[in-house]
């Protein structure tokens, strides 16, 4: 084996080496962020899904299309822990002292995994693209379809239950099926309520879980004639039986044809762009038109009124109103137009932050190794805390820069990149001086820092 191989097979097993690294704590990342954005979406829907009687296997189907967004999160949130957390247990070893004393550089140790962070952030790109508009698709329609669905029907004792539309139950014990002291009203809008009593009674669901069925034993209907609502009726029964349709908890999956700016790709994006700057054109179309119209309409007052065919007071007011007129119409396309841009500029936005996130995973790289490195002492725990606060630093770039995208004071190309920008540039900063055995800090200033703490 020549001298060039020999040192192009170290060169490889020492790549190899140092993703390997990368891997558990990578996966350890992964867990904790999952972990805790899954809580938290329980937490936000447990309500929901109890109180609408959710399945349990619909509650899981509703949790597994939510991790298409929570993944997008969690990602480059696991690559800067990973990062940090290898580069600090592999500086604390002196194994990148080591490295150094062979005669690598930062950079080339650093260099398996910044191409990693690279080929990771390509990768990203279509799960941004395709899988995360897909299940979030899924998802708003399974949330709809939950928010849909009848409650499911609890009684308890002694209180009213109103969950049913048009009716009111009250039950003085229920047990499972079996109820007792029932009285429901039936309420009809412009109609006298009619009230049922009975001792006993049974309540149970059609097979087709839509119908309610009660069963009601050793009762009164009491109700008043339609025709004379002076005459009260009371009508005794020993059994009688009442079906509510509509009243199941049966879940119906609905199909929404319509999509959201983070349900759709960056074609159907660009689509729907293209289709609201064709209807902007129309709008201003418009708007030339209306001015043409009150031109004319003026020229035309204007001739008649030198020709004496108006009186003074009459000629003003038809002046007034011909101006009047004009700027409401167009105030009113002004607005419309004002609302088709700013819908242009939330599709460009999501456009630009599908791209913009998928290269998350190679900006954390370049924060994570430096940090690391100099990070000798630092704990797992000191790396998720690390994390997290670049990641929140990196979040709240991402939500200003939309809200100003969005109110048309940056352009979305820029607000939605200024992350990347930014974090990009500090990142490669620190990794340069980390390469050169600088200080992060200048040495004026870590003076200072040190004469500010004694």
Not at 172 to 181: A, Q, R, V
Not at 377 to 389: D, H, K, W, Y
Not at 406 to 424: Q, Y
Request: aromatic share 6%; charged share 25%.
């Amino acid at each position: 084996m020549s001298p060039r191989e020999t040192l192009l097979y170290k060169m490889r097993t020492l790549s190899r080496y140092i993703l390997g690294q990368q891997v558990a704590p990578f996966l350890f990342g992964m867990f904790v962020i999952m972990f805790i954005l899954i809580l938290d979406f329980l937490y936000k829907n447990l309500e929901i899904l109890i109180g609408k009687g959710v399945p349990l296997l619909v509650a899981a189907d509703l949790l597994l299309l939510s991790m298409g967004w929570m993944m997008v999160m969690a990602v480059p949130m696991a690559v800067l822990i990973a990062t940090l957390i290898s580069f600090m247990r592999m500086s604390s070893d002196n194994e990148i002292v080591a490295m150094k004393t062979g005669g690598l550089s930062l950079l080339a140790i650093a260099r398996p995994v910044l191409l990693a962070g690279l080929a990771l952030s390509f990768l990203m790109i279509p799960v941004h693209n395709f899988v995360v508009p897909e299940t979030n698709h899924m998802l708003a329609n399974l949330l709809v379809s939950i928010h849909r669905k009848k409650p499911a029907l609890h009684l308890r004792d002694g209180v009213f239950m109103n969950d049913i539309k048009g009716y009111s139950i009250l039950v003085d014990k229920s047990n499972g099926c079996e109820i007792e002291g029932v009285t429901i009203s039936k309420l009809e809008k412009n109609k006298p309520a009619q009230t049922i009593r009975a001792r006993h009674g049974e309540i149970s669901f059609s097979d087709d879980g839509n119908t309610l069925i009660i069963k009601l034993y050793d009762g009164e209907i009491h109700d008043v004639d339609e025709k004379d609502p002076k005459r009260y009726l009371r009508l005794s029964f020993s059994e009688h039986t009442m079906y509510i349709p509509d009243a199941g908890s049966q879940l119906v999956r609905l199909e929404r044809e319509h999509r959201g700016d983070r349900e759709m790709s960056i074609t159907d994006l660009r689509g729907e762009m293209a289709r609201v700057g064709a209807k902007i054109e129309s709008e201003q179309a418009k708007v030339r038109d209306v001015i043409k119209e009150s031109a004319s309409e003026l020229e035309a007052f204007y001739r008649a009124e030198t020709s004496g065919d108006q009186t003074g007071s009459a000629a003003v007011r038809r002046a007034d109103a011909i101006v009047s007129s004009t700027a409401d119409k167009l105030a009113s396309l002004r607005r419309q137009i004002d609302s088709q841009r700013r819908r242009v500029r939330s599709l460009s936005v999501e456009v630009h932050k599908k791209i913009a996130l998928s290269f998350a995973c190679l900006v954390f790289v370049t924060i994570g190794v430096p940090i690391g490195v100099r990070s000798r002492e630092a704990s797992a725990g000191a790396g998720m805390m690390i994390s997290i606060l670049f990641f929140a630093v990196y979040y709240a770039f991402l939500k200003v820069g939309e809200n100003l995208a969005d109110r048309g004071m940056v352009h979305p190309l820029v607000s939605m990149w200024a992350a990347n920008m930014v974090l990009g540039a500090v990142g490669v900063w620190l990794l340069l001086r980390a390469n050169r055995e600088l200080p992060f800090l200048p040495a004026r200033s870590r003076r200072r820092a040190d004469a500010e703490r004694t």
